[in-house]
């Protein structure tokens, strides 16, 4: 017996496998999107009590626990999405997946902006959708003119991430607004990925709404709440009983317990302060560590005025072989920009480390960018 | 600004969603898949545990904890899996959801057998795939000849459940065998749903394996997990990097503290007694009273000799007006045959609720079948 033979293979290998071959001991990670910290204490005693309450162990409603879905309501509102119905998800990536399933169908168009979030070309090329990938302006951000373009060719949803993975760019509200009008006159989904939405330097995150706009949310990053996969997605009340399949399919619910922990690191963050001083001082640090060790390159593409990342061009094409030789020679990691839909650019993550750690492999970083800068790093390929 | 004008409704209304409307206070419910006990004190334990351990904070493998992969090799190896790979996913609708987006694409032929697993359906369907419904024999098991039949029309996926939900029936060995064998000369993917491996009565559980084989699993029944979202896929090691796609793209991993506590229940059960003894004690009491309740209607359907549920044939076709009826007049809720492609049947659940209350239960059953079989029930509708 043989497997069957027609191909499977409907997608570039995921990024975080060619990651795997890299992270060797030794290799400082300023690759995957995670953040330092751990998640606050109350959410940490929140855990562990639930671990022993009966509630945890079954099934909850697959929209989410009550109370965190009342809060992220409350919290939802204060920054303008009053009509909003939300589901607590499994982290953002499956609240993606929702949307896949719900929103669209296979064949359907659906834009990208380059750089853009792997996960969300690789859920989309599974899916069987026909991705449209359209370039970022100067500041990396999603133009208003591609997306008419892409929409007039008949494209039914358009996929953007606010602030940006990898572009770290903070999407302006008057953009966001436009994005959302064009897409609601021309009937497509706007679909906005805030999973940095804690993350912003200087620039305003703001939310839109409509009853074709869809918003991802996570509980990953802000609150360092990564292995728990809590995140949620807010929607127009009638798409409510077609998001309940997906997610009945998928997750039926996030688990119980990381659900509790959530809610309880909201609480804790009530006022933002404990998000706050962190996203702070990363921008005083570890960000500033890593600008000064890609100024060789000259420094981060657009204004990185939001997420944990910044891109940087390289003087060359092969980003791939120059990221294989940055860890093999000089033991750090970043991500490829080709992954991303940008080729003969990096992704740099500066969140990951604490400030000393982050500082070292900076120090790694910077030799490397002279070097490359003056015509070195690998053979080219 | 409207919402997108197409259509996006690709399957009927979940159950979950029905069911929903029927769970009032005072309703017993024999509906949903759960079981009434606790977990292990172990897995208990080891969740509080890992709730303050740095590692449950941080993103894991996405094929899951090494431990815990290697503790279920060592329990597939034992029933004959040799040259499975290992995917730990949250819980085994998602890992359905990574076989339909790796396998499958839209448009394909895929076949269940009814009674079906609804979740396997609703996916398919939002999937895109063309779904076909052949109807299993009198014991309620899939037959090779309609699997020949729907092959032979281009199907490229046959999806069972083993022990059967909704139908309660364990596929003989050499049934399963020839189901594989058929697939596999045929070119088309077997999927097998496992997740009531433990809850066999008389019969015998067996796994088979191949290149084409999928094998699903869950800790949610056996061990009363069904909150913390765990369970596993086992496939051909060739399908890896292919599975690794939508494990990242959906889940990236299952919770970290979901895991500790999976692997602590499984070691807990190492010699199978905790859960045997728990199951024994279902056969014994819980079936018993269902069995009871369901005689005026002529018992079950099919041997029934495993998973948790039962199947009755009604005196009427219209199973839906049933259920609501007896969840309005009689107090107890159970799943109409129609969400399983099985109208004028109903599915009854008995390891949700403790003996005593299950009797309880049972008791109001009893008494509805009583007035059914004797031409009572709801106005014909």
Request: hydrophobic share 45%.
């Amino acid at each position: 017996m043989a497997r069957p033979s027609r191909s499977i293979v409907k997608t570039d290998a995921p990024i975080v496998e060619k990651m795997r071959t890299l992270s060797k001991p030794g290799v400082a990670s300023l690759a995957q999107g995670i953040v330092h910290w751990a998640p606050p204490d109350a959410a940490i005693d929140a855990a562990a009590n639930a671990a022993r309450d009966p509630s945890s162990h079954a099934y909850g409603a697959d929209a989410g626990l009550p109370e965190l879905r009342t809060a992220l309501a409350k919290k939802l509102r204060a920054k303008g999405l009053v009509n909003a119905e939300i589901m607590v998800t499994a982290g953002a990536n499956q609240a993606f997946a929702n949307v896949a399933l719900t929103l669209l169908d296979a064949g359907d168009a659906c834009l990208l902006f380059a750089p853009y979030y792997f996960n969300h070309k690789m859920m989309l090329d599974m899916r069987g959708c026909r991705v449209e990938v359209a370039p970022t302006d100067k500041r990396l951000l999603p133009t208003v003119e591609a997306t008419r373009t892409v929409l007039d060719g008949g494209a039914t949803c358009v996929v953007v991430v606010n602030p940006g993975n990898p572009s770290g760019a903070v999407i302006p509200e008057e953009r966001l607004r436009a994005l959302a009008a064009l897409c609601g006159e021309r009937g497509a989904w706007l679909v906005v990925d805030n999973t940095y939405e804690a993350f912003v330097y200087g620039a305003e995150h703001v939310l839109v709404e409509g009853p074709h706009v869809v918003n991802l949310f996570s509980f990953s990053k802000a609150y360092g709440l990564m292995g728990w996969r809590v995140g949620y997605v807010a929607y127009d009340p009638a798409l409510g009983p077609e998001f309940l399949k997906a997610q009945d399919t998928i997750a039926i619910c996030a688990a119980q317990c990381s659900q509790r922990a959530a809610l309880a690191a909201l609480e804790a963050d009530a006022d933002g302060r404990w998000t706050g001083s962190r996203v702070a001082a990363l921008a005083r640090a570890q960000k500033t560590h890593v600008l000064r060790a890609l100024a060789p390159l000259g420094g981060c593409v657009g204004a990185a005025d939001g997420a944990i990342y910044v891109i940087a061009k390289l003087p060359r094409e092969d980003d791939e072989a120059v990221v294989e030789w940055l860890a093999n020679k000089h033991g750090v990691a970043v991500i490829p920009g080709s992954a991303c839909g940008l080729p003969g650019h990096i992704r740099v993550c500066y969140a990951n480390l604490d400030e000393a750690a982050c500082e070292a492999a900076c120090a790694r970083l910077e030799e490397a960018c002279v070097e490359l800068a003056n015509g070195g790093g690998p053979p080219p390929s």
